[in-house]
């Protein structure tokens, strides 16, 4: 069970037993648990006769173990052998961790079933929140199966199946110019005025927590052994935040080694802001001011975990890389050609950032590389256009 929230900027500790945003220094909150406990009570064969979805790791999420999580039925994705893209590189040992298989469609399912659920025990009201996209939509349907309402703040230009998803699931869609950073500050200020708890990205601890259920689910599959690299589409960062979370509570509950992957960001040429953070040596990424990418998931022009992100990339001998739009699409389109599985642009990126991760020695040709599928295509009528 948890047993607090901890600060990643400054390391105070705060209660779990109330709302909570971030803490008094602006930092995000990041859920911690008796792990040296845990290790002594639970073993990877407790999990052989629990469900395949991520509440069979119930243990590390905040959950009370009388309480009933909310759920869907998400998690437990499948981690597919690539059957032509990877061999089409020399990569023989490329997976796909396909979260197209979730509620709604995309991995957003894990990280919003576990804050709707927390926000409900604790007493949220309404659940308000900015998005690209998938996270939206993924918040609207647990909003839905909580009994609470929803509002969700989109920018122009959203995908309209995306946002008729959304108001099928009965939320509010609020349009706003501009990006996501300006619909968070709308969000903001409809929480200030009262109007709903705020389940923003990073701004709130528990998003992340469903999030780094991909980080147990990947060890888990690969028998708690981890990948040489894994290609992850960031666009506000908390997926792999979240996966390299799971990977340090794993080496405590003395589940797997102190070997890590090399953890590599994708972003968008038109929005790379942890790419040109990482290039120059920064600490914290500049928001991009005008950014621009068909794919709405990397159209993030800051990330409050920013810090976090880098810190990862550099101390897992990773980097982060900017592709072209064409070249996302394209990517995309390959998925669906080449393995019958139609994603979002956002998955596209991390297909296409291969040929160079490969030709700057980054990614090995006899590695084992996992790249992380994050969304549906039939989301984004541009993946249907001929290319």
């Known amino acids: 069970?948890?047993?607090?929230?901890?600060?990643?900027?400054?390391?105070?500790?705060?209660?779990?037993?109330?709302l909570q945003n971030l803490c008094a220094c602006g930092g995000p909150l990041l859920a911690r648990y008796d792990l040296a406990a845990l290790a002594e009570q639970w073993r990877p064969e407790d999990l052989v006769v629990r469900r395949r979805n991520l509440w069979?790791?119930?243990?590390?999420?905040?959950?009370?173990?009388?309480e009933e999580p909310l759920t869907l039925g998400e998690g437990g994705t499948p981690l597919l052998p690539s059957r032509r893209v990877g061999p089409s590189l020399g990569l023989d040992q490329l997976l796909l961790k396909d979260e197209t298989l979730n509620p709604t469609g995309s991995f957003k399912a894990r990280g919003l079933a576990v804050a709707i659920h927390r926000a409900g025990a604790l007493g949220a009201e309404r659940i308000v929140l900015p998005s690209a996209g998938?996270?939206?939509?993924?918040?609207?349907?647990?909003?839905?199966?909580a009994g609470l309402p929803c509002s969700v703040v989109v920018p122009s230009g959203?995908?309209?199946p995306i946002v008729a998803e959304t108001r099928a699931y009965g939320a509010t869609v609020e349009f706003v110019d501009g990006s996501i950073a300006d619909a968070g500050r709308r969000v903001r200020d409809?929480?200030?005025e009262g109007g709903g708890f705020d389940v923003s990205t990073l701004r709130e601890p528990y998003r992340v927590e469903g999030k780094k259920t991909m980080g147990y689910e990947l060890a888990e599959d690969l028998g708690w052994t981890l990948p040489d690299a894994i290609v992850y589409p960031t666009g506000g960062g908390t997926g792999l935040i979240g996966v390299w979370k799971a990977f340090e509570e794993l080496e405590a509950l003395g589940w797997i080694g102190t070997e890590r992957p090399k953890m590599i960001a994708v972003q968008a040429v038109g929005c790379a802001p942890i790419v040109h953070a990482f290039d120059a040596g920064l600490e914290k990424a500049e928001p991009i001011a005008d950014p621009r990418t068909v794919a709405s998931g990397l159209r993030v022009p800051s990330a409050i975990g920013d810090f976090l992100i880098l810190d990862i990339l550099r101390g897992s001998g990773g980097t982060a890389i900017a592709v072209t739009d064409e070249e996302l699409l394209d990517g995309a389109r390959r998925l669906a050609r080449e393995e019958g599985i139609l994603a979002g642009p956002e998955a596209g990126a991390v297909v296409a950032a291969l040929p160079d991760l490969l030709e700057r020695g980054i990614v090995a040709r006899d590695d084992r590389v996992v790249l992380f599928v994050t969304g549906h295509g039939l989301k984004y009528p541009a993946i249907m256009e001929p290319g």
């Open 158 to 160: 959203t995908p309209a």
């Open 56 to 66: 069979r790791y119930r243990e590390v999420l905040p959950v009370a173990r009388d």
């Open 1 to 18: 069970m948890i047993t607090r929230l901890e600060c990643a900027r400054c390391a105070r500790a705060h209660p779990t037993d109330r």
């Open 190 to 192: 409809l929480c200030a």
């Open 134 to 145: 998938n996270a939206g939509s993924a918040a609207a349907a647990y909003a839905a199966a």
